[in-house]
């Protein structure tokens, strides 16, 4: 995928987008200088060419339960190509990760996941990792606080 030229009204239109996804063309409008149809024009674009990859709601953790944030390290057994992809389709499956890294050094992976408790995060290792002969090693550090969460991204020229 070829990334479009984007100019400072792009940059401004995904700025407001990235602060909150339901802002109305309108109003993105009036803060960068663009009619609505402009700001939707713009909008259909970016979402075309993939620099706007999906559009979701962000959710809290706490309301529903899911207090515990884990940082988890996975060393796989051998560097095979299958491998690692068994272990990437056994990620996308788990909801319990909310991201997962493939990474240089001495870990493979490194995921967060986030699970109601211990004895939650204790049935996820099993599943992932105990459960699975091509993991060698993974090491988990506990969040104590979330300190920044979030996925947007800096948009300075």
């Not at 979402?47 to 706007?52: D, L, S, Y």
């Not at 056994?90 to 990760?97: K, P, R, S």
């Not at 240089?104 to 408790?117: M, N, Q, S, Y």
């Amino acid at each position: 995928m070829r990334t479009p030229d984007l100019d400072q009204l792009d940059l401004a239109i995904l700025a407001c987008l990235q602060a909150d996804a339901r802002t109305i063309a309108e109003t993105i409008g009036a803060k960068v200088g663009l009619s609505a149809a402009a700001v939707q024009r713009r909008i259909k674009r970016l979402r075309e060419a993939g620099v706007i990859e999906r559009e979701v709601a962000v959710l809290s953790p706490a309301a529903l339960g899911l207090s515990m944030t884990f940082v988890v390290t996975v060393e796989m057994e051998r560097e095979n190509l299958a491998v690692f992809e068994g272990f990437r389709r056994q990620v996308l499956a788990e909801d319990a990760v909310q991201q997962c890294y493939y990474v240089t050094g001495t870990a493979d992976f490194v995921l967060i996941v986030t699970c109601p408790d211990m004895a939650g995060f204790e049935a996820f290792t099993r599943r992932m990792f105990f459960d699975n002969p091509d993991v060698r090693h993974f090491t988990t550090s506990v969040a104590m606080d979330r300190v920044k969460v979030g996925l947007s991204l800096p948009l300075d020229p």
